[in-house]
């Protein structure tokens, strides 16, 4: 029998009766675009990490746009970003008409590695084509990046920061979040996420006030801000009023409402899913390449469970045959992809990120994974002879 990669029917039904009065409630209140649950969710968004502010919006790819939007990015200016993870990260930067700068990993982490950033930092400014505007830092797989080193790269050549944490919202480092060193921290409620919805959601999470106003004028069309209607003197309804260019970019009432349940369990979620990290990790060390690795003082929320096979197609080909799902993360990094090639480092540039990406291979992982199945995955891994 087939297991399932993310068992969210498992999620579901151990809090149905909640999501499902949740649900009702919002459709018998009729509030269905920016009802009081949105604004209720946010502020346990920005309580969950220590933050000031929290802005939703309608998806994560959205949630980084935004904050481009925010710093009113444009052609010339440069964006840092790793090349080893999913393309939205890169694609929201020609949006604006920016660069993308691709950046390599960290071989234990796969998390965007420091003293990479600051050579292509280095390379940008001596080629002096570009402007050095803002570094997108990933918390791939559920782990926080290296933010103390990455801020301190920000700060000494003065770039803004962005923590990309849709598949790690919840993760810390040290005990503090990645919106304690980022200036804005996004994220993505997509369903298989750590933390989903039943759909698209996402949210940008900062300490700035004045970011987060703008941000959240920008989520509307660029609607007037309190601050906009303080300062300025309208003759008309400022309601049907765009200031600036936005975009629409609301979360859902009903997204909202099913995330406010889904946030009673989650911390209990992330201690199951670091339980059956440790599983993994614990059977399959000395078996096989690579078991994942945390970085030091980290918390990871653990979206994924990500080995390394020497063999990793034919190991995947026999997991399938046994009914035991598994994924590629990614097969093809972003700068070889069509859309990135005209932004692309030489060929081997970026080494660990091409390693990398032949080798990786995603095992079942959710807070629901019974030691039962567990051991059958893990049966399949040892037991493969290439």
């Not at 498992?10 to 809090?15: C, L, N, P, S, V």
């Not at 959205?62 to 990015?73: G, P, V």
């Not at 060929?347 to 629901?368: F, I, N």
């Amino acid at each position: 029998m087939s297991l399932p990669f993310i068992d969210l029917q498992a999620q579901r039904k151990r809090i149905e009766t909640e999501i499902n009065a949740a649900i009702q409630g919002v459709v018998e209140s009729g509030r269905y675009v920016l009802g009081p649950e949105v604004t209720e969710l946010e502020k346990q968004l920005a309580a969950w990490c220590g933050a000031k502010h929290a802005v939703s919006c309608a998806n994560g790819t959205d949630a980084l746009a935004l904050a481009l939007m925010a710093w009113e990015l444009k052609p010339g200016d440069a964006v840092f970003c790793p090349s080893f993870t999913f393309v939205a990260t890169a694609q929201v930067v020609p949006w604006l008409g920016a660069t993308p700068v691709f950046v390599d990993i960290d071989a234990a982490s796969y998390n965007m590695d420091p003293a990479s950033l600051r050579a292509e930092i280095a390379s940008v400014k001596a080629a002096g084509k570009l402007n050095p505007k803002v570094v997108i830092a990933v918390d791939l797989f559920g782990q926080p990046a290296n933010y103390p080193e990455i801020k301190a790269i920000c700060d000494e050549f003065g770039l803004k920061l962005i923590a990309d944490t849709a598949q790690g919202y919840g993760c810390t480092l040290n005990g503090k979040h990645p919106s304690d060193w980022a200036d804005i921290a996004t994220t993505s409620f997509f369903p298989a996420k750590p933390l989903g919805c039943y759909g698209d959601g996402g949210a940008i999470v900062t300490n700035d006030g004045a970011l987060a106003e703008r941000i959240e004028s920008l989520r509307v069309y660029g609607k007037v801000t309190p601050t906009d209607a303080a300062t300025r003197n309208f003759h008309h309804d400022p309601k049907y009023l765009s200031l600036r260019v936005g975009m629409n970019s609301r979360l859902d009432t009903i997204q909202a409402a099913i995330l406010l349940e889904k946030l009673k369990i989650f911390a209990d979620e992330i201690e199951r899913r670091q339980e059956v990290a440790d599983r993994y990790s614990k059977a399959l060390r000395g078996a096989i390449r690579t078991v994942p690795g945390v970085i030091e003082g980290g918390r990871s929320v653990w979206a994924q469970y990500v080995i390394e096979h020497d063999q990793r197609d034919g190991l995947q080909a026999h997991l399938t045959a046994q009914g035991i799902p598994s994924m590629v993360y990614y097969p093809v990094p972003i700068h070889q992809q069509d859309f990135a090639l005209r932004f692309a480092p030489a060929e081997g540039h970026l080494k660990v990120t091409e390693t990398a990406s032949q080798h990786v291979l995603a095992l079942p992982m959710h807070p629901y994974l019974e030691p039962s199945d567990q051991d059958r995955v893990i049966d399949a891994v040892v037991g493969f002879n290439g």
